[in-house]
């Protein structure tokens, strides 16, 4: 495990900061190092849905409920970090959630901040690439953008969470989302049944 390479995760600023607060700690808590970059409009997006304060200048992950010695954060300004270049390789890389906006820069080769310069070297690298939109409904832009994006090599999977596994909470109804964003990324993990496998009594 020690061996294995680094995931990327970058946060932006669509709604859904659960699914990535959640995809960190399973993350984590598979052995993994995870290199973080969070947008600005990020930081407003946690204050609103889960009343947590993040400096980008001081980031302390105290709203992690895993042991974070494997976690490494970088400014979404650090053209410098690791990820920024294709000569650092990763095991892929996770945008989540992924605003309207990002997504467009993703689909159009545009880098203004480090979350789509690393966006943008997955695709060139050919590493895997998943991007976690919640918009909804959805423009004919924001389909197109998805469909370049998909074309580019990357995976758009929608926050769109399936019922058939008997959710009770929504904690369940996030970890379906986010076991599946560890199946494209080949993370083991234990968060969901999968279809065809018997239900525990």
Request: glycine share 8%; net charge negative.
């Amino acid at each position: 495990m020690a061996t294995e390479k680094p995931i990327v995760v970058g946060v932006t600023g669509g709604s859904g900061a659960l699914y990535a607060v959640r995809l960190l700690e399973v993350l984590l808590g598979s052995g993994r190092h995870v290199h973080l970059t969070l947008s600005e409009a990020a930081v407003q997006v946690f204050k609103q849905e889960l009343d947590v304060e993040i400096d980008l200048n001081a980031f302390r992950p105290s709203f992690l409920n895993a042991e974070t010695a494997r976690l490494h954060y970088f400014h979404f300004q650090d053209w410098f970090a690791p990820m920024a270049s294709g000569s650092y390789l990763t095991g892929g890389m996770v945008v989540v959630p992924c605003s309207g906006g990002t997504l467009a820069a993703i689909a159009h080769g545009l880098s203004s901040n480090l979350v789509q310069r690393a966006a943008e070297v997955h695709l060139k690298e050919r590493r895997p690439l998943v991007v976690v939109p919640r918009e909804a409904p959805l423009s004919l832009i924001a389909i197109e953008n998805m469909a370049a994006t998909t074309r580019a090599g990357a995976t758009v999977l929608p926050a769109s969470p399936g019922f058939y596994h008997g959710p009770k909470t929504i904690d369940d109804l996030v970890d379906f989302v986010v076991a599946r964003i560890c199946d494209q990324l080949g993370v083991a993990h234990s968060l969901t049944e999968r279809w065809g496998e018997e239900r525990s009594p």
